[in-house]
């Protein structure tokens, strides 16, 4: 079975760009959260979803935004691009999240020249 | 807020040297303590998930445990394959993990 996939992988942007990163969670997954990951530290939480409503929000600012659509995948979306905001973005599906195990894609390498 | 805090941050350990890693953990209601193994470039892993203060879980040559202020994660016999970031994880409320900042553990021949 295919696990949870992130696009793209890599992407490369200025600051005050916008930019959309894309989920698709393990099958039968109803479940997807977000987080931030820089280097040396633990993922941070950015967001959870379940059925399409948003479930919980880290502190992060407006400028982070998500959705998730009927099919459960999900989008982050990411405003006026700051050079911290350089990181790694880890999508993770559980079955209905709760204290379920939440699994991880790989990942997408976020870059802010 | 929930404080997690994981030791040593690195260990360098000789193939067959057992050795453990320790999560400790400040947390309003416990709901779930997350092990995950994680390797350069890729998503974290999952490994195990402890619920109550007593539980063990096993997998290979890992073995965690969980008290009520901590859990360990016990690598027995370790080969070079086991080297990566260590990551442990509480959950405190329906949706969010708390992280530490991970160990990472090198394994040499």
């Known amino acids: 079975d295919a696990g949870v996939t992130q696009s793209p992988t890599h992407l490369i942007k200025t600051r005050g760009q916008h930019v959309t990163l894309r989920c698709s969670p393990i099958?039968?997954?109803?479940?997807v959260s977000w987080y931030q990951q820089v280097l040396g530290q633990g993922p941070q939480f950015i967001f959870q979803y379940y059925e399409k409503e948003e479930r919980g929000r880290g502190n992060f600012p407006d400028r982070f935004s998500a959705r998730q659509f009927p099919n459960y995948s999900s989008e982050l979306n990411v405003n006026a691009l700051l050079l911290g905001d350089s990181a790694l973005y880890l999508c993770?599906?559980?079955?209905?999240?709760?204290?379920?195990?939440?699994?991880f894609g790989d990942g997408t390498r976020l870059s802010i020249l | 807020e929930d404080q997690v805090t994981q030791s040593p941050e690195a260990l360098r350990l000789q193939e067959g040297e057992s050795s453990s890693l320790n999560c400790s953990y400040t947390v309003s209601g416990l709901r779930g303590l997350f092990w995950y193994r994680q390797d350069p470039g890729k998503g974290p892993e999952f490994l195990f998930t402890l619920y109550s203060a007593g539980e063990e879980k096993e997998k290979e040559r890992l073995k965690a445990t969980l008290t009520k202020k901590e859990s360990f994660l016990h690598i027995t016999a370790p080969k070079p394959e086991d080297s990566a970031t260590y990551l442990c994880a509480v959950q405190a409320n329906d949706y969010k993990l708390s992280f530490g900042a991970g160990t990472t553990v090198t394994v040499r021949a």
């Open positions: 099958s039968g997954h109803k479940s």
């Open positions: 993770a599906s559980s079955l209905w999240g709760g204290n379920q195990p939440q699994h």
